[in-house]
């Protein structure tokens, strides 16, 4: 049984519903030359949601995980401009920050996996 594979569907589905319930949490990290902030949370939201059902079915598994790829590669602009904006002095966080950015291309294998 592919637990990891349900863990991810599950993870994006999951992250997906947070777009509409915690909007503004997003549009906080929305890089500042983008405009429509909002729709394009919503959007996001739309995709990573899709993606992690998708991901689920095995008849369109493969669609499921290139919906991820493409989505985790749209949304490395917004984890850069969360580094370099952030101001506070919280060093854990920052690390934090650092760290997501590589972890995004282990994201991306992870759901390569799939394809």
Same mark, same amino acid.
């Given at each position: 049984?592919?637990?990891?594979?349900?863990?991810?569907?599950?993870l994006y589905i999951?992250?997906?519903?947070?777009?509409?319930?915690?909007?503004?949490?997003?549009?906080?990290?929305?890089?500042?030359?983008?405009?429509?902030?909002?729709?394009?949370?919503?959007?996001?939201?739309?995709?990573? @949601? #899709?993606?992690?059902?998708? %991901?689920?079915?095995?008849?369109?598994? *493969?669609?499921? !995980? /290139?919906?991820?790829?493409?989505?985790?590669?749209?949304?490395?602009?917004?984890?850069?401009?969360?580094?370099?904006?952030?101001?506070?002095?919280?060093?854990?966080?920052? @690390? #934090?920050?650092?760290?997501? %950015?590589?972890?995004?291309?282990?994201? *991306?294998?992870? !759901? /390569?996996?799939?394809?």
């Amino acid at each position: 049984m592919d637990w990891d594979k349900y863990f991810m569907g599950g993870l994006y589905i999951l992250a997906g519903l947070l777009h509409f319930i915690k909007p503004k949490f997003y549009m906080k990290i929305m890089p500042s030359y983008l405009p429509y902030h909002l729709e394009l949370v919503y959007l996001s939201g739309v995709f990573e @949601l #899709i993606s992690g059902v998708l %991901l689920l079915i095995p008849e369109t598994q *493969i669609i499921g !995980a /290139w919906g991820i790829i493409i989505t985790l590669i749209g949304v490395y602009p917004a984890n850069i401009y969360m580094l370099s904006s952030y101001k506070g002095k919280k060093v854990w966080y920052k @690390l #934090i920050l650092i760290a997501r %950015l590589p972890l995004q291309f282990l994201l *991306i294998y992870w !759901a /390569w996996l799939y394809v």
